[in-house]
């Protein structure tokens, strides 16, 4: 079936296609327990309401249109930007602390909903149900993250050098933060966000992917339902769902002054370029090539289970997935043996993401499988062996096996390229400044993790020549990292940093105040105007 139908087109399918849609089984019935329909509004601005075409959004578990959305168009996004600036006017004068509670609210709302949005997110994303789950929880503990930071946005005071004078900063809120998220983390990369946006003084408008629309629309309906129970204009929250023409509107746009763009380095690179040119601020979330270094002394019960979780974990679909493994030559050939038979413990747990059996769920779409056979034939082209999986799946769906290739050269072309599918390139080397320098030499810079009980490598793989990722992790995988530290990475994954540590700072503009609380007037450099 065309995944875009015109506007008469499905106004004329929409009744036949109904009894096909997954919201009317049963089985889904948290669909309309969390406010969906047959047939949704993708744009809200304080109203919902959306003239842009009619999609449908698909279950990569066997490719069944799961409800219709009308998406929006860039007319749709010009009265959600004009909604939402009105919605900062009086927003930013609100107290801080009073903005936390209400955030605290909106955790407190998505706490109720946690298992239904977290199914929804497996249904439409793909990943497994506890990873779904999580990845609500993660916007709850953000809101509650946020509610303490709402009262310590704090800024410094300075000892002025002149008599009688006060020098101090103040952080002020910038205005409207557009959000663009990806589809591999469809609710917890908003929930950042929202949450920082929304505590330190901004409004948002959010384009999410254009494949998991139904997740944003659930989550934007939790948000107005809080935001109107407090009597603030639920504008503040707005969202536009639809393609790339509708993401160039809010990076072009002047009025949106922080784009929080998640995606790959491709349009990244575009998007950062665009938003520069009008000096617009910039927050960008892009692709990694992590890997996990095993050094001869690594606890290797450890790194077993660790590389099973980051490498085959949502399917290889994470940005913090483990992509390569760089192994000790002492220990490499001990490390493979057992990941292989880790793998094929695995085989039977292949499945619908919303069994609790399941461990490994399905690519996101066709074209994802497209992308990880033409690597995996790549990677044969190039050398490299096939030490597990290799094939797609033959049954509805998107699955594939999770793969080991060895036997490639740590700068063959595929290797250091991002293919967003659960792919493990093994790698061998003989001291830990080679491991190193090859976990330094792809262009990504996210995620990276060495294994080792000595103390010194580990204080070097921190230090000015160790990883130069954003990420540096010791004895735990390259994903799963928590809220409470800054999220993000260097080079071509953009610089950005979301969720803790001072990443509150990127929502906010500094001002450098300097107050004269005395009757003279020294000046600057000593000059006197008689
Ligand atoms: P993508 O770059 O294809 O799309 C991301 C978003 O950009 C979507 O909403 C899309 O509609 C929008 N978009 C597309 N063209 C645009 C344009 N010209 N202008 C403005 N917006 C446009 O990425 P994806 O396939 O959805 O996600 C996978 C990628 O995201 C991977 O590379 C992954 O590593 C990365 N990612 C990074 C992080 C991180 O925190 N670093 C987190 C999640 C995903």
Redesign the pocket.
Known sequence: MNRFLNKGMAASLQFRMASNLLINDSKYAFLKELGLKENNAGVFHGKWAASGQVVQSFAPANNSPIANVQNGNVQDYEIAITEARKGYNDWCEVPAPRRGEIVRQIGDKLRTQLQNLGKLVSLEMGKISAEGVGEVQEYVDICDYATGLSRSLEGKIFPSERPGHALLEQWNPLGVVGV??????PCA?YGWNNALALVTGNSCIW????STPLTAIAVTKLVEEVLVANNVNPALCSLVCG??DV??A??KDKRVNLVS????????K??GQQVQARFGKLLL????NNAIIVNEDADLNMVVPATVFAAVGTAG???TTTRRLIIHEKVYDQVVERLKKAYAQFESRIGCPLDSNTIIGPLHNQQAVGKYKASIAEAIASGGKIEYGGKVLERDGNFVLPTIVTGLKHDDPVVLR?T?APILYVLKFSTLDEAIAINNEVDQG?SSSLFTTNIQNVFKWMGPKGSDCGIVNVNIPTSGAEIGGA???EKE??GGR?SGSDSWRQYMRRSTCTINYSKELPLAQGIKFE
């Open positions: 663009i998220s990806a589809f591999n983390f990369v384009k999410p992917a254009p393609e790339g993401g160039q809010l990076v763009f998640t995606g790959s380095s491709e349009i990244g575009i998007v979330e892009l692709g990694g679909q994470r940005c991002e967003f996210l999220f993000g990475g994954t953009g979301e």
